[in-house]
């Protein structure tokens, strides 16, 4: 896939699903990255079968606070893409109500 191609793909998922696929990515990398670590014997294998239990938790307590400081911009923009919605929600309430009140 060619650059502009990747680009305009992007531009078109929601700030909501590209988040979300960029978090997913960060924990993908993350547990990629602690499981190459345990094979090699770099970190301790855990005890027993307890493995991949290890190597998940370690990648959900790595990949947290490396989502925090590299996705600010995508969670402004995904706050502001529900803080929008919620706004219509409220709206279309309001005269909802207004509506019921002018019928009764």
Known sequence: ????????????????ARYTLMRLGIFAGCFLALWGLVYLRVL?????????LWVLVLAVIISAPLSFV?????RDAMSAQIAVKVD?????????????DGAA
């Open 70 to 74: 590299l996705l600010r911009k995508q």
């Open 44 to 52: 301790p294998r855990g005890l027993g079968d307890s493995n991949l």
């Open 88 to 100: 219509r929600a409220k709206s279309r309430l309001d005269s909802n109500r207004s509506q019921e």
């Open 1 to 16: 896939m060619s650059d502009s191609n990747s680009n305009s793909v992007a531009s078109k998922l929601s700030p909501t």
